[in-house]
């Protein structure tokens, strides 16, 4: 493919998917504010460096890749805690609506978030989800049902038992 259609390819695709991709940060950052400018962020780099992809078929993938690194890199700099009270407030704009799961993912590790992520949220295939993560996808099958357990876990936490 030409260099000059696969940055036509590439401008097409973030513009197609910035709702994903502000899906996305907001699992990261949980402010609005916050995953609009990692959106941007993103969006910049992956327009700016388009030249590094090689193939079409590998654009998705890549920006996931762009957008999860420079949620990872903004939370690192910033290092803030979000009260509940501001989550919540932020929360009500947005389109996900189960609160207490959006709360459970914190007990994920960074790559057990992203494998839930984008498996639920985002729809994406194990082996679209490997790609991304550069894993296998067993390893991939596997975070995905260690991160499922967790998440299990905390959501029936104080819940009565009733399988005994």
Request: glycine share 0%; aromatic share 10%.
């Given at each position: 493919?030409?260099?000059?259609?696969?940055?036509?390819?590439?401008?097409?695709?973030?513009?197609?998917?910035?709702?994903?991709?502000?899906?996305?940060?907001?699992?990261?950052?949980?402010?609005?504010?916050?995953?609009?400018?990692?959106?941007?962020?993103?969006?910049?780099?992956?327009?700016?460096?388009?030249?590094?992809?090689?193939?079409?078929?590998?654009?998705?993938?890549?920006?996931?890749?762009?957008?999860?690194?420079?949620?990872?890199?903004f939370i690192r700099k910033n290092?803030?805690?979000?009260?509940?009270?501001?989550?919540?407030?932020?929360?009500?704009?947005?389109?996900?609506?189960?609160?207490?799961?959006?709360?459970?993912?914190?007990?994920?590790?960074?790559?057990?978030?992203?494998?839930?992520?984008?498996?639920?949220?985002?729809?994406?295939?194990?082996?679209?989800?490997?790609?991304?993560?550069?894993?296998?996808?067993?390893?991939?099958?596997?975070?995905?049902?260690?991160?499922?357990?967790?998440?299990?876990?905390?959501?029936?936490?104080?819940?009565?038992?009733?399988?005994?």
């Open positions: 493919m030409r260099k000059e259609a696969l940055q036509k390819k590439i401008e097409e695709t973030v513009l197609d998917s910035y709702e994903a991709m502000y899906r996305l940060a907001y699992t990261y950052v949980r402010r609005e504010e916050d995953a609009l400018d990692i959106v941007q962020e993103s969006a910049y780099k992956a327009i700016k460096h388009a030249a590094c992809v090689k193939q079409e078929a590998y654009i998705k993938t890549w920006l996931w890749r762009i957008v999860m690194n420079t949620a990872i890199d290092q803030k805690e979000i009260a509940v009270d501001a989550f919540y407030e932020d929360v009500r704009e947005d389109s996900y609506q189960d609160f207490d799961t959006i709360e459970a993912l914190e007990v994920l590790t960074e790559k057990e978030k992203a494998v839930v992520v984008l498996r639920f949220f985002e729809d994406q295939k194990i082996s679209e989800i490997a790609k991304v993560l550069h894993e296998n996808t067993n390893t991939v099958k596997t975070i995905l049902y260690r991160s499922l357990k967790k998440l299990r876990l905390k959501l029936t936490e104080g819940e009565p038992d009733y399988e005994r």
